[in-house]
């Protein structure tokens, strides 16, 4: 295998997501790139040579730049605050450097744009970590979708509830709070929770075209970690809103850090002309169908479990023997296998930063709608 070297900006809980794909996705895939972490940047210093030496890292920067600039870097991974994805990723892109980002792309579809912009006109690799579509079932959900299976496409839902934010006492900004922090996230749970949602749906069911939303900030103000003072929140604690796709279906989508017991309730639902699917994050292998063809007397919601090899189920064969489960750090494994072989096919293994530019258009959308309260068109 050719050796890519990997320059990852970031240490937090997104960093060792990503450094563990890097790492998994050539033992048990037949990739034609062996990724090599070469060097790990972040401010804190101690704290990032306390990271490196965990997962190998070989060598550790405080300056992004510098690694951005480094001869020995082919790819950048962005998995720093959102605030600096767009400065970096275009950084990389003029120096031709192959570059992921998480997700959101950018605080907002201008940054996205440019973020698209610059690796287009540099004409190098780039995917964003939009992880959920490559957990089996959801991808299984995306072949039979497209298969017709389903018929024409009435209705599509879906909820991310988490309750992390509820506590008045939570401070806004700094590390590990910087998502309350609207300067730095960009929004709230609109670019955080939303936006995976977002992805799934216009990758299972086309183009949103415009969107009725309502946004609430519970908590008004939360003092700031960075500048000790009492400041006001910017960010929205919850999202919902209704839509209608290109194709004519319509669809409803909340997201809130406000629902007391759920911690990452993701589900779906797509109710179709011939047919139904339910997934569960919480129960990710598990696809519910509905299919009105059977035989009267036996239709049912069916239990599918998405463990079977010989093809039949995405990745599965990768892994273990059929029946046995996978989690939520192998879909991340799932797109750096994607990736590596779209770099050898020349084929992008989305999704792409213009793929992630239209979900962000779809997240201003959903916060001018609420801001303005009337339907806004994405455009």
Known sequence: MKKLNIGMVGYGFM??????????????????????????????????????????????????????????????????????????????????????CEKPLGRNAAESAAMTKAVEAAGVANSVWYNYRRVPA?????????????????????????????????????????????SVAGSGVTGDLLAHCIDSAMWLNGPIDEVSAITETFIKSRKHNLTGKVEPVGIDDASLFIAR???????????TRYARGHKALYTLEINGEHASMFWDLHDLH?????????????????????????????????????????????????????????????????????DALETQKVCDAVLASAKSKQWVKVK
Request: charged share 25%; with cysteine.
């Open 138 to 182: 959801v991808t299984m959900a995306k072949q039979m979708v497209d298969e017709g299976k389903l018929g024409r496409v009435f209705h599509y839902r879906a909820k991310f509830l988490q309750d992390w934010t509820i506590s008045a006492d939570l401070p806004q900004g700094g590390e590990g709070l910087w998502r309350l922090d609207v």
């Open 245 to 255: 796709f290109r194709n004519g279906a319509l669809a409803t989508f909340e997201a």
């Open 15 to 100: 960093g060792r997501t990503h450094s563990n794909a890097f790492r998994q996705a050539p033992r048990f895939f037949d990739v034609p790139y062996e990724p090599v972490l070469k060097t790990l940047c972040a401010r804190n210093k101690a704290r990032a040579d306390a990271f490196a030496a965990k997962w190998g890292y070989e060598t550790v920067a405080t300056d992004w730049r510098a690694v951005v600039e480094s001869k020995d870097i082919d790819l950048i991974d962005i998995a720093s605050p959102n605030d600096t994805h767009a400065e970096i990723a275009i950084a990389a892109a003029k120096a031709g450097k192959a570059v992921m």
């Open 286 to 354: 598990r696809l519910q169908y509905f299919d009105h063809g059977d035989e009267s007397r036996l239709r049912a919601w069916k239990s599918i479990h998405v463990t079977d090899h010989g093809g039949e189920h995405p990745y599965m064969d990768k892994w273990w023997v059929p029946g046995l489960q996978i989690g939520y750090e192998h879909s991340f494994v799932h797109q750096v296998a994607d990736f590596l072989e779209g770099l050898q096919t020349g084929k992008p293994a989305g999704p792409t930063f213009r």
